[in-house]
């Protein structure tokens, strides 16, 4: 064989290696962009009676955008009448941004949120959604537990535990922002944290807010969950407690926590198979 056979061989042979190279991003891009446009969502906006947050609105605009961009379907209701089997197995996940209190008008509603569940069906909630369904047990534990306060509005670090989870992929590891730092009662075990709260980072200038943070974070000492998942009772959970600011909803970074928490959840979906549904009440003792 000739030399300059070889030398043509060996510059096609790196061509052929770099137009690859080239086209694995491509790839890349197209699987994940046909795995988002079979991906449906429902987001949930209703409140019970009390405090309502006003970044609901910002919120749900950022939800329709990042689905406008990503290819995933979104629809946005604040009416409970939703809540059917009939009309939850189309979704692969239900989105709950900062909903608080009682958001079903009837524990019928409350049985169709759970069986959805237990079929299979995702949960993505953002910052206050830990306030709602306060008095419904199985709700809470699908949750990670229930609100109990928050330190006031100011700035302070959160720090990622888990760099392994898709869901913090390309944050800042130490996530300097301005939220509110939320504590939870009823936490449940079986919650894995992604990111935490660093504590010693509150501003407890004041005797009385040192007081609080001591008492609610207990048995927590430096660092306290802020962002979890957890595989519930036959669906999968993703909470960041993050988010208290309409602006967060237009802060690239967060924004990139919202659509990685979205991509995790509808990543572990499967189908909505009600055959896995078990419980005939609210309140059906959980099969663990």
């Given at each position: 064989m000739s030399v300059s056979i070889l030398r043509f061989k060996f510059k096609a042979s790196i061509l052929l290696s770099a137009l690859w190279m080239l086209y694995i991003p491509f790839a890349?891009?197209?699987?994940?962009?046909?795995?988002?446009?079979?991906?449906?969502?429902?987001?949930?906006?209703?409140?019970?009676?009390?405090y309502v947050h006003d970044n609901i609105p910002n919120a749900v605009k950022c939800i329709q955008k990042l689905g406008q961009e990503n290819g995933f379907d979104t629809d946005v209701s604040d009416d409970p009448s939703v809540f059917t089997e009939a009309n939850l197995k189309q979704y692969t996940l239900l989105i709950f941004p900062s909903t608080n209190n009682d958001v079903f008008d009837?524990?019928?509603?409350?049985?169709?949120?759970?069986?959805?569940?237990?079929?299979?069906?995702?949960?993505?909630?953002?910052?206050?959604?830990?306030?709602?369904?306060?008095?419904?047990?199985w709700f809470k534990q699908m949750l990670g537990g229930t609100f109990a306060w928050h330190a006031r509005n100011q700035k302070f670090t959160v720090k990622v535990i888990d760099p392994s989870?898709?869901?913090?992929?390309?944050?800042?590891?130490?996530?300097?922002?301005?939220?509110?730092?939320?504590?939870?009662?009823?936490?449940?075990?079986?919650?894995?944290?992604?990111?935490?709260?660093?504590?010693?980072?509150?501003?407890?200038?004041?005797?009385?807010?040192?007081e609080?943070?001591?008492?609610?974070?207990?048995?927590?000492?430096?660092?306290?969950?802020?962002?979890?998942?957890?595989?519930?009772?036959?669906?999968?959970?993703?909470?960041?407690?993050?988010?208290?600011?309409?602006?967060?909803?237009e802060d690239p970074v967060f924004i990139k926590h919202i659509l990685q928490g979205i991509n995790y959840v509808a990543g572990q979906y499967k189908k909505i198979d009600y055959n896995k549904a078990y419980a005939d009440s609210r309140n059906t003792p959980l099969r663990y």
């Open positions: 890349m891009a197209a699987e994940k962009n046909t795995f988002l446009k079979k991906v449906k969502v429902l987001v949930y906006t209703k409140n019970g009676k009390g009837t524990d019928g509603q409350r049985l169709a949120f759970r069986r959805y569940i237990e079929a299979g069906g995702g949960f993505v909630g953002l910052h206050s959604v830990t306030g709602t369904e306060r008095n419904w047990q989870h898709p869901s913090v992929a390309g944050l800042p590891k130490v996530w300097e922002r301005k939220d509110e730092c939320y504590f939870a009662k009823e936490l449940y075990p079986g919650i894995k944290v992604i990111m935490a709260h660093d504590l010693t980072s509150l501003n407890s200038s004041d005797p009385a807010d040192a609080k943070i001591k008492t609610f974070s207990a048995p927590f000492s430096e660092l306290y969950p802020a962002v979890w998942y957890q595989q519930f009772d036959g669906g999968n959970v993703w909470i960041t407690a993050l988010g208290h600011d309409k602006e967060n909803y």
